[in-house]
């Protein structure tokens, strides 16, 4: 899950690994990496720079190693407010002339929030590099001090609208509030949604908030990445000038450590089995026309075994008319309006997810035993050699479009560095899907889609529940 939102001195580097490799064109091609330089700032702030001078433009990427699992019980939503806060102005940059400057320059900028960590991102033309980067290092440094009630009163109000209007009231946005409750354990990071609860928003103090701000948004716990058209020693000196000296008060801890433990082939995998021990059961009444049937196990984590070959499966089962949901539910028995299936990676653990909307007139309980059924059958019986090359040629080439993108490859820098400590991952993320077989996406179906350790999520017409 991704919730995007738009709100609208010198020391020297310290250089850590450089890898300079050249991006291929066709989506064919059997290498697809992306060149860079890393570097860390003794603040301890790491420094990805990726050169391309193909157009003159820059993309700025900053990722904060903070999301929704590093809330406190009692203060959730607190990484999203603060997304929203952090347009709120310093001293040199007050309240809105971080957006108006950045387009005078004829750049734009946005953010998103999620689990595992916050990410800014800002799009200019390369003319603009001094003015990007100044504007990320004054507002990392200066910002949280300068919070106060009013900013704090307006950017909890934005943010509780918009879980009225982005959640509460869009056509089963319930299950975004809802479905993390029943996937995960009460202790567990990933228990409430991303955007928090209004009780916990409310209750957040201006104490809280400058708490929040100076334990996370630490340069030791941010990774920058330009991308684009810049001179690569001239980017250096003034990142060097710009984000040098802010200060550091060391990495935080990271409350959610994932545990290890060896699998049967002696690999490193997760902890199994899933803390779901029984089907977990709940009906929510939303206003919706059609009633929706979702389906959730908890899954291997991102670059985990068995997360690329869940991932393709979900492509198998969900995605497009050849899939078998669709052929099954939609097209056989026409017993569903749609389908789909998916994989949703995380750091700590994933869930996989099928779900269908029920025609009208059409008994849910059927469209629940036919979901079943369909997963049973891939956890039964290896897919074909057709279906899986069909996922792994639609992936890779999505994968390789997507790398086209500046603004998408400057994201991925920074996800592998958050996520591996390695910008340079992209090979090895492919790979994973490249080398995944029939026998491997088998033995995972096996392993997590249980059929007595699942979450069974039903939502329906407010009028139906109502009768």
Do not use: C
């Amino acid at each position: 899950m991704r919730l995007h939102v738009l709100v609208r001195v010198s020391l020297s580097f310290a250089s850590v690994a450089v890898a300079s490799i050249a991006m291929p064109a066709p989506a064919t091609a059997s290498d697809v990496q992306i060149p860079f330089t890393k570097t860390t700032l003794p603040n301890g702030m790491v420094v990805i720079l990726s050169e391309d001078h193909a157009v003159p433009q820059v993309v700025v990427n900053v990722t904060y190693g903070v999301g929704s699992r590093m809330e406190r019980a009692g203060r959730t939503g607190f990484a999203h407010l603060f997304e929203h806060l952090m347009f709120m102005g310093t001293r040199r940059a007050p309240t809105k002339a971080f957006d108006a400057w950045m387009e005078e320059a004829g750049g734009r900028n946005n953010a998103w929030t999620a689990e595992d960590r916050t990410d800014y991102f800002d799009i200019a033309p390369s003319t603009a590099i001094p003015l990007l980067l100044w504007l990320e290092a004054d507002r990392m440094r200066d910002l949280g001090p300068l919070i106060d009630q009013s900013k704090l009163d307006l950017q909890r109000d934005v943010v509780r609208n918009e879980r009225r209007q982005s959640i509460e009231n869009r056509p089963y946005g319930v299950e975004e509030l809802t479905l993390p409750r029943l996937v995960w354990p009460d202790a567990h990071p990933y228990h409430h949604p991303v955007i928090g609860s209004h009780e916990d928003l409310e209750a957040a103090s201006v104490a809280d908030v400058k708490q929040f701000f100076a334990t996370w948004y630490d340069p030791s716990n941010a990774s920058l990445t330009l991308a684009g058209d810049f001179d690569l020693q001239q980017a250096k000196a003034l990142i060097d000038r710009d984000f040098g000296t802010v200060p550091s008060q060391g990495k935080p801890v990271d409350p959610g450590a994932p545990g290890f433990d060896k699998d049967v082939s002696g690999a490193t995998a997760d902890r199994w089995p899933t803390t779901l021990t029984s089907v977990v059961r709940e009906t929510v009444a939303d206003n919706v026309e059609l009633t929706k049937i979702t389906i959730a196990w908890q899954s291997p984590r991102h670059f985990r075994p068995g997360d690329a070959e869940l991932d393709l499966l979900a492509s198998v089962l969900g995605q497009g008319k050849a899939s078998r949901l669709y052929k099954s539910l939609v097209y056989d028995q026409k017993i569903a309006q749609e389908v789909s299936a998916r994989q949703e990676s995380r750091v700590l653990g994933s869930d996989f997810v099928v779900d269908a909307l029920v025609r009208p007139g059409v008994d849910p309980a059927r469209v629940e035993k036919a979901l079943f059924e369909q997963v049973a059958k891939v956890r039964d019986k290896e897919v074909t050699s057709e279906e899986l090359d069909r996922a792994r040629n639609t992936y890779e080439m999505e994968f390789v479009d997507r790398l086209q993108s500046l603004e998408e490859r400057a994201s991925l820098l920074n996800m592998y560095q958050a996520e591996t400590g390695d910008p340079g991952f992209v090979q090895h993320d492919l790979d994973r899907y490249r080398h995944a077989t029939e026998k491997e996406v088998l033995a995972y179906a096996k392993r997590v889609l249980l059929p007595d350790a699942a979450v069974v999520l039903t939502i329906v017409p407010r009028k139906e529940a109502k009768r």
